[in-house]
């Protein structure tokens, strides 16, 4: 038999634990998204222009010298 003194509240198999998790995603899937529209604001004027499209390689550290932010 089952301890009568034992709380329901701090239980947290079954149901209520279900229910939390959704809403820890729930909360985390909203934070990310706000993160990523204010990112993407912030971002979305600063153009950029290639300077050597010939010299860019496919794999090598130096891709990033090749082009320059325009203001």
């Known amino acids: 038999m089952e301890n ?5 509240c701090f239980n947290l198999n079954g149901l ?5 998790a959704l809403v ?3 909360a985390i899937l ?11 604001k912030e971002n979305a004027q ?3 222009q290639i300077k050597n499209p010939q ?9 990033a010298k090749h082009y320059e932010l325009v203001k």
């Open 55 to 63: 010299g860019i390689k496919f794999e090598s550290n130096n891709n």
């Open 24 to 26: 820890l995603l729930l």
């Open 16 to 20: 209520m634990g279900g229910v939390i």
């Open 30 to 40: 909203v934070f990310l998204t706000i993160w990523d529209i204010q990112v993407q």
């Open 46 to 48: 600063n153009y950029y």
């Open 4 to 8: 009568p003194t034992r709380r329901l």
